[in-house]
């Protein structure tokens, strides 16, 4: 009996260590190096610098690695808001930063010989396009679903809505909505249709398949019939809409916009650098009006 009893207060003494000792601090050493979601609302990240005419026109645009304008998300037409979630997260404003059901149908195309992917929440990618690699592992996924219930905790289902239009890439340098919807159609994204939101909230899964720059031309078209079927779906358009969207001739802007008075923009740009600094200007999200007038430049050009 006293050697049951000695096993057993053994037995015990080992998982009381186990789960009250041991493995609280190793939950406690992993956040500490996790990365805090305090840094998804940081508003020093780098975004685009615009030279514009006396009338507003962009003459020119300056950005290092980072193609960014933020916005906020009144700025987002509602269509747009709605087929980012129809395609990418519909449980959106009910999961609590991670979805069980998404991640267990992930988990079982990973089980059966492929890489590891999918199941990521709208929370879960915006915390893996600014915080963590794209490292495709287990460990990572683990952080990611960690952060993404953290971040839960700290901002409300808008401001990471928000944050996500701001910091997702969409394919090149575009980082964020705004420089998406001025990179691929040359409007700002107030102006954006609805069929034109479809394509570009089905572009962040795989922006390199969906590029209509990209080696699969066609691949665009059939994700966007994806993400209006989904509105459909969840009943955020109706089948007629759908149909209209459909239909709608998307034209791309199929060359780099260049800049108006290039060697304007250079003056004014090196003027620019000599003032702030090169990494103020790369970076700083700065609006320039100049005294040009792109009209009247033009015409003297002709």
């Known amino acids: 009996m006293k050697k049951y009893a000695k096993i057993k207060f053994f037995t015990f003494g080992i998982t009381f260590s186990l789960f009250f000792i041991f493995f609280p601090i190793l939950f406690i050493m992993f956040l500490q190096e996790l990365p805090s979601p305090n840094q998804l609302a940081a508003k020093d990240a780098p975004q685009t610098t615009r030279i514009l005419d006396r009338n507003g026109i962009v003459l020119g645009e300056i950005y290092g690695n980072y193609n960014r304008t933020l916005i906020s998300l009144s700025d987002v037409p509602m269509h747009l808001q709605q087929a980012t979630i129809a395609i990418e997260d519909k449980n959106f404003y009910i999961h609590p930063g991670f979805d069980v059901p998404s991640m267990v149908r992930a988990l079982k195309k990973n089980l059966s010989g492929k890489t590891i992917q999918g199941g990521s929440t709208i929370t879960q990618q915006l915390i893996k396009s600014s915080l963590l690699t794209p490292e495709q592992s287990i460990s990572r996924k683990i952080k990611e679903v960690t952060l ?68 699969h031309p066609g691949a665009w078209k059939k994700r966007q019939k994806e993400v209006i079927d989904h509105m459909v779906e969840l009943k955020y358009i109706s089948q007629k809409e759908a149909d209209k969207a459909l239909k709608e001739k998307l034209f791309f802007n199929m060359k780099p916009r260049a800049a108006h008075a290039p060697h304007f923009v250079n003056y004014i740009t090196d003027l620019l650098i000599e003032k702030y600094g090169i990494t103020m200007v790369e970076k700083g999200g700065l609006q320039v009006k100049t005294t040009l007038d792109l009209k009247i430049q033009d015409m003297a050009e002709k």
């Open 148 to 215: 993404a219930f953290w971040s839960e905790r700290m901002y409300s289902k808008k401001q990471i809505l928000e944050m996500y239009f701001n910091q997702v890439p969409y394919g090149g340098m575009a980082w964020g909505i705004e420089a998406a919807s001025e990179t691929y159609f040359n409007k700002p994204v107030q102006k954006l249709s609805l069929a034109e939101s479809a394509f570009l909230a089905g572009l962040t899964t795989a922006p390199s398949i969906y590029s209509p720059y990209g080696t």
